[in-house]
Nanobody
Framework: QVQLVESGGGLVQPGGSLKLSCVASTFAFGSFIMSWHRQAPGKERELVATITSARKNTNYADFAEGRFTISRDNAKNTIYLEMNDLRPNDTAVYYC????????????WGQGTQVTVSS
C-alpha cells in the first residue's frame, strides 16, 4: 500500500502561482509513474500532467502546457506541480496519483488539495 499526501493548495488571485507537493510513503518510489489530476465541481476528474521515474519524461494536458511544470525528486519521494498564470477555471481539487510502471493494477490516489483561483 502506498500513501500519498498532497500539500500546497490554497487561494490565489488570477495570474498568480502555486506549487503543489505530493509525498509518497514507499521504498519503491522509483518504480512508480506519478501524475497530477484535478476535479472541478460538477466535472469529471482530468489528467493534468504525468512524469516517469528514471528518465523523468513528462506529458501535459493541453490546458497545462506552458503554464504548469511537473517534476519529481526521487530521493525525497516527492513530486511537484508548479502552476503559473493561474486562471479561475483552474479552480479544482488537485490529486496526486502513483501507478507502478510494471503493474498498472497497483494504482494509488492522494486525498487531494484544494486550489481556488479568485480575486
Amino acid at each position: 500500500q502506498v500513501q500519498l499526501v498532497e500539500s500546497g493548495g490554497g487561494l490565489v488571485q488570477p495570474g498568480g502561482s502555486l506549487k503543489l507537493s505530493c509525498v509518497a510513503s514507499t521504498f519503491a518510489f522509483g518504480s512508480f509513474i506519478m501524475s497530477w489530476h484535478r476535479q472541478a465541481p460538477g466535472k469529471e476528474r482530468e489528467l493534468v500532467a504525468t512524469i516517469t521515474s528514471a528518465r523523468k519524461n513528462t506529458n501535459y494536458a493541453d490546458f497545462a502546457e506552458g503554464r504548469f511544470t511537473i517534476s519529481r525528486d526521487n530521493a525525497k519521494n516527492t513530486i511537484y506541480l508548479e502552476m503559473n498564470d493561474l486562471r479561475p477555471n483552474d479552480t479544482a481539487v488537485y490529486y496526486c496519483r502513483a501507478v507502478r510502471a510494471t503493474d498498472w493494477r497497483q494504482s494509488y490516489w492522494g486525498q487531494g488539495t484544494q486550489v481556488t483561483v479568485s480575486s
